[in-house]
């Protein structure tokens, strides 16, 4: 049938290629002209929405495009929300069993020294947590 079509589709939220984040706050980020509510994963492939809202829910699952494109990253900063908050330690252990460093550190100092290190052209990934 013509015209019948499969409506309104909603795809994961993704940014395909790397940009600094422009600003961060109010539940949400700001990169590539764009903004974004919630946390988000910024990686070689792209920049993704993302699921978790607490450290408490980071795990390896929740990292899986992390591992996914470990080739390409050496250093992952965790932005953990408002202040640091540790990785659980069966999380620091499979980051480092993929030859990835993590540091983990308040998303504010994430954002910063993602920014930084994306000038400088190097393998890094970032897990940004949304603040209020």
């Keep these: 049938m013509a015209g019948r079509g499969q409506g309104i589709v909603i795809r994961d939220a993704h940014f395909p290629g790397r940009a ?11 990169f590539a002209g764009m903004s974004h509510r919630g946390s988000i994963l910024c990686v ?39 202040g640091l908050v540790p990785l659980k330690r ?20 994430a954002v910063r020294t993602y920014n930084v290190l994306l000038s400088e052209d190097r393998a890094v990934a970032a897990v940004l947590l949304a603040v209020g």
């Design 90 to 109: 069966e999380l620091r252990e499979a980051v480092r069993a993929a030859a990835i460093m993590a540091d983990p550190m308040s998303t504010g100092a």
């Design 44 to 82: 070689p492939s792209g920049i993704y929405g993302f699921e978790a809202a607490s450290a408490s829910e980071l795990d390896a699952a929740a990292l899986e495009k992390v591992f996914e494109e470990a080739a390409d990253i050496e250093v992952l900063l965790v932005g953990t929300g408002e």
């Design 20 to 30: 600094p984040i422009e600003a961060y706050g109010d539940g949400g980020f700001r």
